[in-house]
């Protein structure tokens, strides 16, 4: 039994195509612990762990900076994002608020994207937790461990947001505690000062003893951005998740002023701690990776299979969310009939069963790809779906330049979260998103990411444009 809920936004008929929802049908299952954990967890990926090791052998101590840079970028498109989601929640979060700010085909062309975005990204992690649970369990398949995975994260989403939201909060808590627990020992160490360790301690002396802070050039610092920007995607699940809690605007609000100390801890003071307690160029953070590099030093016993545990955890929690996620704004694009209308339908639990299956569909798709092709086929999604993070974000700053005046004008008391210095930053933060997309076509694997991203960007908007052409057409009277 399935239940249609139809969009009501202000100032508007329920059901008047290309505008925002401000209801939409699915339950409020989620408790505010839970958005607090999904914000928290939200900024922190498996590419934190698996990928930090790449962007430190490229820049040296120089890292820091790129991830600061990238995580200023974050903190103020989150604001931005924030400011809009306080004032009008919505499941289809800022592609609900570009329909309205930019346009129709703005809301349809990043709302796809985005869930492209999402679906080839359930792929990539449902293969990396099979590569670790199969060397657990050599037995059982990669493939058949993919499966497995994604059939119970399936499943965990079908029965109820809260249910999702209950696997997210152990997931995104482990994550948080173990890199927590990584920073407190790791600095403990650093100054010499572990119990039970023999670990000398050296202080801030690795930053600068070999080859300087700028080992590679101060050039290597946007090399250094290019490699750890998607690392942060995800970021803005909370403003998705929030249409489906108790109080989304106490839960937008709050994530979005924590950002900064979230992103502070969980990122920079991690990589700190591995650039301190080892040389930047020393083989083992490449070949180890960083925080299993950084164990050993310390004298952690295990230290590999502890972090094989802690990145299967990510790599949970990231298909988890990556699910939801993708199935809230194909819920939403069919809610604003940008989408199969059977998408923006409910169960008698408030779960949009059909955008969670269809989503599924897709990522199982993809890692089929994967297996039979993944030097063409899947090559192409992945790198086709490269750049989105930057083009979302991209429209998440343009967005908030238009619908700051609309809030003003239809309900300026909701305007509780504001941007700093509008419109100053948000040009600002445009302008640098803008930049790091340039400087990719410099480099050989981001200039084919940003093409490619770019080609499938273009379709998609041409396909918007063309059914608004013929709405347009449908409706004009016959004369």
């Not at 690392?231 to 002023?257: C, H, Q, W, Y």
Request: with cysteine.
């Amino acid at each position: 039994m399935t239940s249609q809920t139809t969009l009501a936004g202000p100032g508007q008929q329920p059901g008047e195509p290309g505008k925002p929802d401000s209801q939409d049908g699915l339950q409020a299952g989620l408790k505010n612990r839970h958005l607090s954990m999904i914000a928290i967890g939200g900024v922190i990926g498996a590419g934190l762990f698996v990928g930090s090791g790449a962007g430190i052998a490229a820049a040296g101590p120089a890292i820091l900076l790129s991830y600061a840079l990238v995580g200023l970028m974050v903190v103020f498109v989150m604001r931005m994002l924030g400011e809009m989601a306080v004032a009008r929640p919505s499941s289809g979060s800022f592609s609900a608020y570009a329909d309205q700010a930019l346009g129709r085909w703005a809301g349809f062309s990043i709302g796809w994207l985005y869930w492209f975005f999402w679906v080839v990204v359930l792929a990539v992690e449902a293969t990396a937790g099979a590569k670790i649970l199969e060397s657990w369990v050599p037995g059982v398949p990669q493939w058949a461990w993919a499966l497995i995975v994604m059939v119970v994260l399936t499943a965990t989403n079908l029965v109820s947001v809260g249910s999702y939201g209950e696997f997210e909060f152990w997931f995104a808590g482990i994550k948080v505690v173990a890199i927590g627990a990584f920073v407190v020992v790791g600095l403990l160490a650093v100054f010499g000062v572990l119990p039970g360790s023999d670990h000398a301690g050296s202080g801030l002396a690795h930053l600068t003893d070999t080859g300087g802070f700028f080992p590679e050039g101060p050039g290597a610092i946007l090399t250094g951005v290019l490699m750890v920007v998607f690392s942060f995607m995800g970021s803005e699940i909370v403003t998705l998740a929030a249409g489906e809690s108790e109080d989304p605007r106490r839960a937008v609000s709050k994530a979005t002023n924590s950002v900064i100390w979230r992103i502070a801890i969980f990122y920079l003071g991690s990589i700190f701690v591995v650039l301190t307690l080892l040389p930047w160029n020393d083989p083992s953070i490449v070949e180890d990776g960083s925080y299993v590099a950084a164990l050993n030093v310390i004298g952690i016993p295990h230290a590999g299979q502890v972090m094989d545990v802690i990145v299967l955890t990510a790599v949970l929690s990231c298909l988890n969310s990556g699910l939801y996620t993708a199935s809230r704004m194909a819920f939403s694009l069919g809610q604003r009939g940008d989408a199969p209308k059977a998408f923006s339908t409910v169960n008698k639990r408030g779960v949009p069963q059909a955008a969670i299956l269809s989503s599924v569909v897709f990522g199982f798709v993809a890692v089929f790809f994967n297996y039979q092709w993944p030097d063409t086929v899947f090559a192409f999604l992945l790198n086709s779906s490269g750049a989105v993070a930057l083009f979302v974000w991209l429209v998440i700053c343009f967005t908030q330049l238009r619908m700051r005046g609309i809030i003003l004008r239809e309900s300026p008391e909701k305007l509780v979260v504001r941007m700093w210095l509008f419109p100053y930053l948000t040009w600002a933060t445009i302008a640098m998103i803008s930049f790091v997309l340039v400087y990719m076509l410099t480099d050989d694997a981001g200039r084919e990411q940003v093409l490619l991203s770019l080609l499938v960007a273009a379709l998609v908007v041409a396909v918007s444009l063309v059914r608004d052409a013929r709405s347009k057409k449908a409706a004009a009277p016959v004369e």
